[in-house]
């Protein structure tokens, strides 16, 4: 319950930080992903990265999930044509650090929060996210892909965090 209330304040400052000016010259730079399932699943949805600051806001509406807890990761390479994701290749990592919870400091920049399903198997997050960018560099995530699976992270098992079957993948493109 404390998880979805901290979601809920950080979308609520996000949106009003961009009222109040927090996003600079006006108009935010933003980017999606349209997610599509891999074989023999049905998850599908849209994830959108807004730039606010030196964080992104990322934004996600994801359905056709079991209820619970799903691993959620941007991967290296934008890349989502083999049946099961695995063009995508592995976590974005380009500090060379461990797989690890984004709440701590020692984890892959594409290591987010996991995605939570409800009953229906849906799941809706907004969450800050700090050590990439939209911007081109090596932090850019332009071109990489978002992964969605199967399983829950647990945050710990090298270098995936044990989240299972990739069940959908997305490719990150500019708005």
């Known amino acids: 319950m404390q998880k979805f209330i901290l979601v809920g304040a950080l979308v609520s ?3 009003l930080s961009a ?3 927090g996003i600079t010259g006006g108009k935010a730079e933003s980017a999606t992903a349209q997610l599509a399932a891999t ?3 049905r998850v599908s949805g849209v994830v959108t990265f807004t730039q606010s600051g030196d964080k992104l806001l990322v934004l996600a509406e994801i359905s056709g999930l079991t209820p619970g807890l799903h691993g959620f990761h941007i991967h290296e390479k934008g890349d989502c044509s ?3 994701g695995t063009s995508a290749g592995g976590h974005f990592n ?3 650090k461990m797989h690890g919870s984004p709440e701590y400091d020692n984890h892959h920049a594409g290591d987010m929060l996991q ?6 198997g849906n799941a809706r997050q907004g969450v800050y996210i700090e050590g990439v960018t939209l911007s081109d560099g090596a932090n850019g995530i332009i071109g990489r892909s978002v992964i969605v699976h199967a399983a829950p ?3 710990k098992t090298q270098p995936t965090g044990n989240s299972g079957a990739r069940q959908a ?3 990150i493109v500019r708005k």
């Open 13 to 15: 400052a996000g949106l």
């Open 19 to 21: 009222c109040a000016g």
């Open 39 to 41: 074989q023999g699943n």
């Open 82 to 84: 083999a049946p099961d």
């Open 94 to 96: 380009p500090s060379g």
């Open 115 to 120: 995605l939570v399903a409800d009953a229906n």
């Open 153 to 155: 992270d647990d945050f």
């Open 169 to 171: 993948c997305g490719v």
